[in-house]
């Protein structure tokens, strides 16, 4: 059996979001998901009806009860038991994300309990020999951004480089690596071009507005962490698809260029000198085009997502030309019952290694998820099932699952087997 090796000092581990895993919480999406709870119930069988699992998933997708974050994972109260699994995993880092309505729930009222809350997290990932990667906005704002009219409003990018600068002066002996955004591309089409995301807005010149305001965060951010903090490495974690043509037509290759480069390239090309690394989060391949599909498509995730591993590759050798260090920042599957898992992420890995082994700076691996979550994009709730360590969500209980092990056997021997 050949087995590939990793490059030395390469970071293992895997990724969260406050919203998704803390629980307790009071923003923007926690107020939009008590108004919607009920209609979102009311549609889960439009929506999800035609996923292969509907009838294990139909109770549970059409009880309001699932479309609210609440409890999440309590999360905010056992980081530490969770940190013991991952750190029993092999895992070498962790990405998580900063709660700006914990820290300022008020305008300019900052709260020092909470600083000190997520000071104690960092030392915990660090105490068990994990490199923090810290999210500063992952999706969520305070009741008071929204009430201003958040990202659409100048207001609020001036807002959260002050709530930056905080946190960066406050972390600066003890954080290096910053994630400013995740995904924007995601945020603008849900939040304000699909309407499926809070606030809820379906219209084209205030998504544009909020990107363009997004952008200026990203930059002014790099400029705030690096003032406080010179030794800091900042990037931004955004969702790149893998895009192919249904069919050869002529017309379909150009319309995939254009969306291929306004998803994945176009805010990358505007903050590029302001980056000093790129995180990607990839999950699937997306067929572009007019007629009907010739390429021939592989088995599907719990959310009916191709599972298309070549993709990474194709995307980490595109990023590779930007020169800068990369690091997976996201990359995982929903499987309830983790039958696919295990081949998900050796089948990613198998891929990302050969990027490496062709020169691209790959620096590190973070698997989608640590625990299962509340999935908040398009507002699914707590069916998917994406963590390496299964939650009870009634008891609370972790049972780390079988794919779990198979991950943390590559963490451990920094190999994969290359000849699976
Ligand atoms: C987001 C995560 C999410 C994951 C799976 C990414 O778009 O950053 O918050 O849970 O995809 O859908």
């Known amino acids: 059996m050949e087995r590939g090796q990793f490059p030395k000092g390469f970071l293992w581990g895997a990724s969260t979001s406050a919203h998704q895993v803390e629980g307790g ?11 919607n709870a009920e209609q979102l119930a009311q549609e889960a069988e439009r929506r999800f009806g035609h996923l292969p699992i509907w009838s294990d998933i139909k109770t549970q997708a059409q009880n309001p009860q699932n479309y609210i974050s609440g409890r999440a994972c309590d999360h905010y109260n056992r980081y530490e038991e969770d940190f013991d699994i991952a750190q029993s995993l092999g895992h070498t880092a962790h990405r998580f994300s900063i709660e700006w309505s914990r820290i300022e729930p008020r305008e300019g009222e900052f709260d020092e309990k909470e600083i000190e809350h997520y000071r104690n997290v960092v030392r915990a990932l660090r105490a068990r020999g994990m490199e923090p990667f810290v999210t500063l906005w992952h999706w969520t704002q305070p009741t008071w951004i929204a009430d201003i009219g958040g990202w659409e409003n100048k207001k609020t990018v001036e807002y959260f480089l002050r709530f930056v600068e905080k946190i960066a002066d406050a972390y600066k002996n003890d954080v290096t690596h910053f994630i400013v955004l995740n995904e924007p591309n ?9 309407g ?6 379906k219209n084209i010149f205030k998504a544009k507005n909020v990107y363009l305001n997004l952008r200026a965060v990203q930059k002014g951010s790099y400029k705030v962490i690096h003032n406080g903090n010179p030794r800091a490495q900042v990037g931004i974690a955004n969702s790149f698809m893998y895009f192919e043509e249904k069919n050869g037509l002529f017309f ?5 260029n254009v969306v291929e480069y306004f998803w994945n390239f176009w ?5 590029k000198n302001d980056l000093d690394f790129i995180g990607c989060n990839y ?8 007629g009907n599909k010739m390429v021939k498509t592989g088995d599907t995730s719990d959310l009916g997502w191709e599972i298309f591993p070549k993709g990474i590759y194709c995307i980490l050798k595109h990023l590779g030309k930007y020169k800068k260090p990369l690091y997976v920042t996201e990359n995982g599957i929903a499987d309830a019952q983790d039958k696919q898992r295990r081949n ?10 050969k990027a490496i082994r062709e020169g691209v700076d790959v620096r590190g691996y973070f698997h989608w998820s640590l625990l299962d979550n509340f999935e908040f994009p398009e507002v699914r709730g707590f069916w998917p099932r994406f963590g390496l360590v299964e939650v009870d969500y009634e008891t609370m209980k972790r049972n780390i699952r079988p794919s779990a092990h198979t991950y943390a056997k590559i963490c451990k021997t920094n190999t994969i087997d290359l000849t699976f």
């Open 25 to 35: 919480l009071r923003n923007d999406w926690t107020e939009w998901e008590k108004q």
């Open 186 to 194: 995601i945020y603008t089409a849900f939040g304000f071009i699909t």
């Open 267 to 271: 805010f990358l090309n505007k903050i």
């Open 344 to 353: 998900f992420i050796e089948e990613h890995l198998f891929w990302t290694h």
């Open 196 to 201: 499926s995301h809070p606030p809820g807005i």
């Open 283 to 290: 999950y699937s391949r997306y067929l572009i085009g007019l």
């Open 252 to 256: 379909n290759t150009w319309i995939k």
